[in-house]
């Protein structure tokens, strides 16, 4: 099946910086989704972006599908962006909707 | 407000006792999706719904059955259960089986 790697596992801000999360992945995707997993186990969704760029306020996503890649930008980091970061895919191959997972970037925003 | 919704967020329980926890969603979302998420394992799909009376197994599908009587409805069950079913549960939804929406979580512990 579908591989998908995150990178990096862990991150640590002081609050106002930026960062970027990466997610690869092993095969031509149809979806691609971020979410964020917030400490109270809650999955947020952020971003559907198969291809191309999106912003959503502070937050952005680039997906380079022919180069089996997306990245995650969070500028301007505050505490409430703590949390774990997934990238999940799903792949023309696989069946039944299914998203697979990456591994996350658990991130903490200190003051 | 769209929303995917479940019920109980959290529970205890003891093995062999029978459970559901229900799944309701509001949008008309034709595919419909549990997933388990355990440390160091990260999320995998349990069961799949493509549409009202039409399930197929996911992943990890062993220990639990599902039902899709109506559109908006997907129940998990569990007829047995045993510890090694503790975790945190998702039900997903999506129209036309692209970007997915997740309900809340639920957390369940089985002594």
């Known amino acids: 099946g579908i591989q998908v790697e995150q990178s990096p596992p862990d991150l640590i801000l002081q609050e106002g910086a930026n960062s970027t999360l990466r997610c690869n992945f092993s095969d031509s995707v149809n979806n691609l989704q971020w979410f964020h997993q917030n400490p109270w186990g809650q999955l947020i969704n952020l971003f559907y972006i198969p291809s191309g760029t999106k912003q959503n306020g502070r937050l952005s996503a680039t997906t380079v599908a022919t180069e089996r890649y997306s990245l995650l930008y969070i500028s301007s980091s505050q505490t409430t962006d703590s949390g774990v970061y997934f990238c999940?895919?799903?792949?023309?191959?696989?069946?039944?909707?299914?998203?697979?997972f990456g591994t996350g970037t658990q991130l903490k925003v200190e003051l | 407000e769209a929303q995917v919704t479940q019920n109980p967020r959290y529970l205890i329980t003891v093995t062999g006792k029978k459970l559901t926890v229900t799944c309701s969603q509001n949008?008309?979302?034709?595919?419909m999706s549990w997933y388990r998420q355990d440390p160091g394992l990260g999320l995998r799909q349990i069961y799949y719904?493509?549409?009202?009376?039409?399930?197929d197994k996911g992943d990890v599908p062993e220990g639990y059955k599902v039902s899709r009587k109506e559109k908006r409805n997907f129940p998990l069950i569990l007829e047995s259960p045993s510890p090694n079913q503790t975790s945190l549960y998702f039900c997903?939804?999506?129209?036309?089986?692209?970007?997915?929406?997740f309900g809340p979580g639920t957390r369940l512990t089985v002594l």
């Open positions: 997903a939804s999506s129209l036309g089986g692209i970007e997915q929406f």
């Open positions: 999940a895919v799903d792949s023309f191959t696989g069946g039944g909707n299914k998203l697979t």
């Open positions: 949008m008309n979302h034709e595919y």
């Open positions: 719904s493509m549409n009202v009376e039409v399930t």
